[in-house]
């Protein structure tokens, strides 16, 4: 009897322990989200209302410098009106701004050089109350100078937007009875709600004429308790527009509906046609104008707010009035906007805490936001476009805006595949599936279209990451697909390799790397000479990518094959090459053998940082980086790198000093894995942590201007939430590299094994004081690597940390070390493959 007592009293202690090691789920994440944070000062965040994944994106479009995502809230920039379409934290040109809308309290004429409306772009420039500004997941508030109020909530292919006119309907009725003594047609009372709708321009102005119809037509919206019987007018539309990184044409087609309308008329540039229905064939601006009835608006059914609805499509306007009435059945009426607003902020705390659990303890509201509002980037694009692809019909998911997978693979799908595995399963088959269709892998994608290609073919370094933590684990015919889309991106030249796959690998074949000159950049259509170094260094990490999958489908002699490729790298490794003291560094060769020199320090913040981008042309051999920097990049390798820069001595002084003089850049992608890789030397761990907490508190805020870089489609916010659980991603592998929790415990549940994997802390401050792993264990076992492996993830567990001053035994020993092919990691029969 005593013998069963004392059992249930340990079975009720462990249950009471496991409760307690359960983390209470925050209930509202979005509430710390600032959509906001990063919309200046380069990092193009996209500021408006979006459903996670949602195609479509409405937001401001500012009349400024560096306006890539519409919205640049400087406090003084003016707006050219409300467009559909945005991406997030895109470099280069202005990406997309299509479907544009600007409410005005204004007189109308046919001509916009005697009206008091203005309908042009240039012309129709509108001052914003910046202060006025509300902003969060599925939701944006601003106020025009002239006294119009908009709010707008977006689903996920359609938005609606509630215009109030109250306020300058209320101005121009007091400035009426002040003028009473004028002329009739200056009076103020002539003034008249009106909305202007431009279909036919974007951010960078490459609206065409293929293609391109508005037409218009009417319905009447049964009454409902919340909104009368209302007639509607539907504008449908269809324009031609290019692509901001890539080639080629896509159109877009909106469905507007809107109610209220007393009367419309279309205008090209600066002259209006009243009462036209239609336009076709049209080159340069052009949409329509609807002036509102302002009694009907006025009345107590709408107290002077109008509600519009949109939906955007990239296959049909059928399409698109399909999923504006479906997503938002309940127009009219003004209380849809937060019907949307509801159901879209619901998403996003879903998808904010389903899988992910993070103590509060120890966090300012300022952590909070920080974190939550990077974690909400993560997951803005890519765009879901399943069922409305207008490249292919297929049954398999598709998603848009991969732009580019040489920035988001490195981060922002490794987190998608630990917290959001059955979305990142849906983007792989999206990614297999344009191979199918199309012939080859896509490195770049946006607006449908294929993007110019960056650094490697990066598909296989996505592809290996989610295939050695499980995504679609048991479907061999999709892995073999995927596998065969590799080894043609590896072994067949494309007509265009400037857009997909690679170039010069005949030279490659021949000569171990890729180099400078014809050979090696061949001149074909759409293809972009120059970086041949850190080609050559990306290709074999994308063919170590492909043997780590040949090796998880049973190919040995694959395997062997492209492990041996994966080497290639180290042929550019010239011993004669001297910086600041170092030597040793990858440079670029010529095809007879000899050496190009190129600066080492040459790209990074210290010495000509715009020197390496895309449109550079031959002459530049490192793509957005320094050679300092790209010479610690063979991360199936490391070993191999740490030996030929000397030791891990002499490795940890060279890694502090290219951060030290500047000579890497935190604000580029590559950068990330570049802080961390001080794991890989004996006795690095320290040096890793110091680096990634002062970047972090030097970098990164929740300012307007709190990010160091682009976002690049959430890279920047993936990478701050990476840094606050304390690992980072070797993107490609099942491996992480540790440094120090910003959070106090964690807990990730598995979605596809159901498993949860705990982190505690013991000692824990912020970084403070105590930023050092002292002691660790890993489900009660010591431990003492400065890395863990996916598996711990997929088969749940408890990583207990003593955090300290100064840090214990965690990667002083070389077996402490993340695995390396020269060193026996990352076998063929490994235990556990991608570790």
């Not at 005697?114 to 969060?136: L, N, P």
């Not at 001297?578 to 790209?603: K, V």
């Not at 498993?755 to 000692?763: A, I, Q």
């Not at 088969?795 to 026996?824: A, F, H, I, K, Q």
Request: proline fraction near 6%; aromatic fraction near 10%.
């Amino acid at each position: 009897m005593r013998s069963d007592l004392l059992k249930w009293f340990v079975l009720l202690a462990n249950l009471a322990q496991a409760v307690r090691a359960a983390l209470p789920p925050t209930k509202d994440p979005a509430s710390y989200v600032d959509t906001l944070i990063g919309t200046l000062n380069g990092g193009n965040v996209f500021a408006g209302p979006s459903a996670p994944f949602g195609s479509i994106k409405p937001g401001l479009d500012s009349d400024a410098p560096n306006n890539q995502a519409g919205f640049v809230p400087d406090g003084h920039s003016p707006i050219f009106g409300i467009s559909a379409l945005h991406d997030d934290g895109t470099g280069g040109r202005a990406s997309l701004g299509m479907s544009s809308l600007l409410p005005q309290y204004c007189q109308l004429d046919i001509n916009e050089a005697t009206s008091g409306c203005k309908w042009t772009r240039h012309a129709r420039r509108a001052d914003i109350k910046h202060s006025s500004v509300k902003s969060t997941p599925g939701e944006f508030h601003f106020s025009l100078q002239s006294g119009v109020d908009v709010s707008m909530a977006a689903s996920d292919h359609a938005a609606v937007y509630n215009i109030d006119f109250s306020d300058a309907i209320e101005r121009g009725s007091w400035r009426s009875s002040r003028s009473a003594t004028e002329e009739p047609s200056k009076r103020a009372n002539n003034l008249e709600p009106v909305l202007v709708f431009d279909y036919m321009t974007d951010l960078q102005n490459s609206g065409r004429s293929p293609n391109n119809s508005l037409t218009t037509s009417s319905f009447v919206l049964p009454a409902t308790s919340d909104s009368p019987a209302t007639e509607v007018t539907r504008i449908e539309t269809s324009a031609t527009f290019s692509p901001s990184f890539g080639v080629g044409q896509f159109t877009v087609y909106t469905c507007l509906d809107v109610p209220l309308v007393r009367a419309m008329g279309t205008y090209e540039m600066d002259k209006s046609s009243p009462d036209a229905k239609d336009l076709t064939d049209v080159y340069g601006e052009a949409g329509v104008i609807l002036t509102i009835d302002q009694d009907r608006l006025s009345s107590a059914d709408f107290a002077g707010t109008l509600p519009v609805r949109i939906g955007i499509s990239w296959t049909s306007t059928r399409a698109a009035c399909n999923y504006a009435s479906a997503e938002i059945p309940t127009f009219p009426s003004t209380k849809s906007l937060s019907t949307v607003a509801l159901a879209t902020r619901s998403k996003w705390n879903a998808l904010l805490s389903d899988t992910l659990t993070i103590s509060h303890d120890g966090l300012t509201p300022d952590d909070l936001t920080l974190f939550y509002s990077s974690l909400y980037r993560t997951f803005l694009s890519p765009n879901n476009v399943t069922g409305d692809n207008p490249r292919f019909s297929t049954t398999e998911p598709s998603y848009d805006s991969l732009y580019c997978i040489w920035d988001s693979a490195r981060t922002v799908h490794p987190l998608w595949t630990l917290l959001a595995p059955g979305v990142q399963a849906e983007v792989v088959r999206s990614v297999v599936e344009i191979y199918r269709k199309e012939g080859w892998l896509p490195d770049c994608r946006m607006s449908t279209l294929q993007g110019f290609t960056q650094g490697g073919s990066n598909a296989e370094m996505l592809l290996s990451d989610s295939f050695v933590k499980g995504i679609l684990r048991g479907d061999r015919g999709f892995w073999e697909d995927a596998l065969e889309g590799m080894l043609k991106d590896a072994q067949i030249e494309p007509p265009s390799w400037g857009l997909v796959g690679r170039g010069g690998i005949e030279a490659r074949r021949a000569l171990g790397y890729v180099p400078r000159g014809e050979w090696g950049s061949p001149e074909k259509p759409g293809a972009t000479p120059g970086r041949t170094a850190s080609r050559t260094i990306e290709y074999a990490y994308n063919d170590f990518s492909i043997a780590l999958v040949s090796a998880g489908l049973s190919h040995p002699t694959l395997y062997t094959s492209y492990r041996v490729l994966s080497n290639d790298t180290f042929n550019l490794w010239n011993t004669s090459i001297a910086s600041d003291n170092f030597t040793g560094f990858l440079q670029a060769r010529n095809e007879d053998g000899s050496w190009a020199y190129q600066d080492p320090r040459r790209c990074s913040p210290a010495l000509e940082p715009f020197g390496c981008f895309l449109d550079r042309g031959e002459g530049h051999d490192f793509y957005e980086a320094s050679s300092w920097q790209y010479s610690f990049f063979a991360p199936h390798d490391m070993a191999q790198v740490v030996e030929l820069m000397g030791g891990s001595k002499r490795f940890v002084e060279r890694y502090k000093h290219m951060w030290s003089m500047g000579y890497a850049d935190i604000g580029d992608e590559p950068g990330f894995l570049a802080a961390y890789s001080a794991n890989f030397a004996v006795g690095g761990y320290r040096h890793t942590v110091d680096l990634v907490v002062k970047l972090m508190r030097e970098k990164f805020s929740t300012s307007k201007a709190g990010l160091p870089g682009n976002d690049d489609v959430g890279a920047m916010g993936s990478f701050i939430v990476w840094t606050h659980l304390g690992m980072f991603p070797v993107a490609g592998t099942g491996v992480y590299l540790l440094s120090t929790p910003l959070i106090s415990a964690y807990e990730v549940r598995n979605a596809i094994t159901g498993k949860v994997f705990r982190l505690k802390t013991r000692g824990w401050d912020g970084a403070r004081r105590n930023k050092y792993i002292r002691e660790a264990w890993l489900d009660g076992e010591k431990y003492t690597r400065n890395w863990l492996c996916h598996s711990v993830f997929e088969r749940g567990g408890v990583l207990e940390l003593v955090l300290g001053e100064n840090p214990g035994e965690m990667g002083s020993r070389e077996e402490d070390l993340p695995p390396s092919l020269s060193t026996g990691g990352f076998g063929y029969d490994s235990a556990v493959l991608g570790c």
